[in-house]
């Protein structure tokens, strides 16, 4: 959803053809505070969280602007 104007969004739905949990889900978002806020590990993580990467194939696409 865009913050700027609520109306636009876009909406994919598929089935969900991998989901990746634990270790390699922190690496990966580590990996990203790096590149993105150039910290070596992501600074909002909560202990309570679990984090978790949904790769999912689309069956469809609806975009709205």
């Known amino acids: ?6 109306y636009n969004m876009v909406s ?9 949990r ?6 990966h978002i580590d ?4 590149r993105y806020l150039g910290v070596d ?3 909002f993580r909560r202990e309570d ?4 990467i949904i790769r999912i194939k689309p069956n469809s696409i609806f ?3």
């Open 49 to 52: 969280e679990e984090r978790v």
């Open 12 to 20: 994919i739905r598929g089935i969900v053809e991998d989901m990746i």
């Open 1 to 6: 959803m865009d913050a700027s104007n609520p």
């Open 31 to 34: 990996a990203l505070a790096k």
């Open 63 to 65: 975009v709205l602007v």
């Open 41 to 43: 590990r992501y600074p």
């Open 22 to 27: 634990g270790k390699e889900a922190d690496d």
